[in-house]
């Protein structure tokens, strides 16, 4: 009964609309308390151990260094020049500026590590152009909208970042793991962005000359060099995740404050604020989800489900297709954080002893929970895109469809083609 209990108060805090972090924590605080009253046996000391022990990890530190990046990279105006050299090398293709949307987020997925900020960074450049170009405006949401989601999928990431230190797996080989799938993912967004604007008959840009590509390089250069920084340094094993977030931070603070000049004092305080608010928030979110995990163990809450998917099949491939079509319905209605922080512990074990290697499985397990951001009712990337166009985040939805179809097909690849996800690891990493 304390299970369900559990389970039950969890949900509907969510769907009235509670933060995540509270939302756990008083679901988890109510079964101590119910616990207390029925049987005489809760220990509420245990509430805030988990808590701190939750958060109480040196890999987690890489997330407000990640973020504070991020923010960095945004203010020192990277988007514009990652924007200019897509433009100049893409543009000309049938689809123009969708195309670039496409380019520039991929380009963007290796420097700030979340979805939700480059969809704002891009939409906010491209979005307004793209409308003035004759493009309609749920088309121009629905293209940044969808190429935003490889931001948590090409390193640096900081949902590997999260998952890693979740299930204790190396930071490093979930970086290298993503780098396949999201250029997939991009590859496939592109083809589609370039079929939809040749049927259409979507306008291009004029076609840039070598002279200008040359420039737009040279002016994208050191910010393109960003991610192979922190990819390098942890696969040549010079740098932890941890230590490579802070030389990615000192490495993009130079960059502002030397080579571009677009960083002062006063704007490394507000980047620091901001990236130290959301900082918080996920790090709540953390602690309150431990807690969780500790009460859904001590109700065998892990074998409930594992139970309940092998009594459907024990077959890996099918257990596999409904892990997929599990996650993907539960991310309609529940962010990415929550699921990994309260799912992963539980089927990450069944998933392992059915030979399913663990950095293949967080593969996928992102690429599902990040797919739910373009999803309603909450699909946080429709509601970003929506606010910049001024447009129903539903309408954006209606021109996601064809490319949740292609991304669902990718999705599918990468979960019945292990070495898309293996290859570079086993590379570059013993």
């Not at 520039?104 to 793209?130: E, H, K, R």
């Not at 677009?262 to 953390?286: E, G, H, K, N, P």
Request: glycine share 8%; with cysteine; proline share 5%.
């Amino acid at each position: 009964m304390l299970l369900a209990t559990l389970i039950v108060l969890l949900v509907v805090f969510i769907m009235l609309g509670m933060e995540v972090a509270w939302a756990i924590g008083f679901a988890c605080l109510s079964y101590l308390i119910l616990s207390d009253l029925l049987y005489d046996e809760a220990n509420f000391v245990l509430f805030p151990h988990q808590v701190f022990d939750g958060i109480d990890t040196f890999s987690l530190l890489a997330i407000p260094l990640f973020l504070f990046a991020g923010e960095l990279m945004t203010e020192a105006g990277v988007t514009h020049r990652l924007v200019r050299v897509a433009s100049a090398f893409v543009g000309h293709i049938r689809g123009g500026l969708a195309n670039v949307g496409v380019v520039s987020n991929f380009g963007m997925a290796g420097i700030s590590g979340s979805a939700i900020a480059d969809a704002a960074a891009t939409g906010t450049v491209l979005i307004p152009q793209m409308r003035q170009k004759g493009y309609p405006v749920g088309f121009s949401c629905a293209v940044i909208a969808a190429a935003s989601t490889v931001g948590p999928i090409v390193p640096p990431s900081i949902a590997f970042v999260l998952i890693g230190s979740i299930l204790n797996l190396s930071v490093g080989k979930l970086f290298l793991a993503g780098i396949l799938p999201g250029t997939l993912m991009s590859v496939a967004m592109f083809a589609l962005t370039w079929w939809i604007a040749r049927r259409r008959g979507y306008p291009v840009e004029i076609r840039a000359g070598w002279s200008e590509r040359r420039a737009a390089i040279l002016a994208a250069l050191l910010p393109l060099a960003a991610p192979l920084v922190v990819v390098r340094s942890m696969a040549a094993g010079i740098a932890t995740p941890t230590e490579a977030a802070a030389i990615l931070v000192g490495y993009v603070a130079l960059l502002g404050l030397l080579v571009f000049r677009t960083l002062s004092v006063r704007t490394l305080l507000d980047c620091a604020a901001r990236a130290a608010l959301v900082s918080a928030i996920i790090m709540l979110t953390v602690g309150m989800a431990q807690m969780f995990s500790a009460l859904s163990v001590l109700e065998r809450f892990g074998e409930l489900v594992t139970g309940g998917m092998l009594a459907i099949s024990a077959n890996v491939n099918v257990l596999l297709l409904l892990f997929n079509v599990m996650l993907l319905l539960l991310g309609t209605f529940m962010e990415p954080l929550p699921l990994m922080l309260v799912l992963g512990p539980i089927v990450f074990p069944l998933f392992q002893d059915l030979g399913v290697d663990p950095i293949h499985l967080a593969v996928v397990f992102v690429v599902n929970v990040i797919l739910g951001l373009v999803t309603p009712p909450v699909g946080l990337i429709l509601n970003v895109v929506g606010l910049i166009a001024r447009v129903d985040p539903m309408a954006v939805f209606r021109d996601m469809l064809p490319y949740l179809a292609v991304l669902f097909a990718v999705l599918l690849l990468i979960t019945y083609v292990p070495a898309i996800s293996l290859w570079l690891p086993s590379l570059f990493m013993d």
